[in-house]
């Protein structure tokens, strides 16, 4: 049985960091992608960013780019997003989500889902 489990969202204020992680049972990283997502209150879920599974390499939207930095520890099937300098638009809800082999830009490609964790960066 997969199971993919988020932790670490909190409250910080804004300039602050904060590292999710996302830790993954039944699967293994060096198969699967790992994205993470967010979706704040009437918005759209969005991919915020992703780790391939076979060379891990990493993807950022636009808006995270700079601020944001993923990593994966295979050993504890395990992936990071460091998040630096946030800001209140940041505030959403983080989903981690597991695809087969290569990052998908969209939500439905992934087939794997946490329950998410929440980050609030207060204006």
């Known amino acids: 049985q997969v199971q993919i489990v988020e932790s670490g969202g909190d409250l910080v204020q804004p300039g602050g960091s904060l590292r999710l992680s996302c830790t993954a049972s039944?699967?293994?990283?060096?198969?699967?992608?790992i994205g993470w997502f967010r979706q704040a209150p009437g918005k759209e879920r969005e991919r915020v960013s992703c780790?391939?599974?076979?060379?891990?390499?990493?993807h950022y939207a636009d808006s995270v780019k700079g601020r944001f930095t993923i990593s994966r520890d295979l050993a504890k099937n395990t992936v990071y997003l460091q998040m630096n300098s946030l800001k209140p638009e940041d505030t959403a809800d983080y989903y981690c989500?597991?695809?087969?082999?290569?990052?998908?830009?969209?939500?439905?490609?992934?087939?794997?889902w946490g329950r998410g964790t929440q980050v609030t960066v207060p204006s």
């Open positions: 989500a597991a695809t087969f082999i290569s990052c998908g830009l969209y939500d439905h490609e992934y087939d794997y």
């Open positions: 039944g699967i293994t990283l060096d198969r699967y992608a």
């Open positions: 780790v391939s599974s076979v060379d891990g390499s990493t």
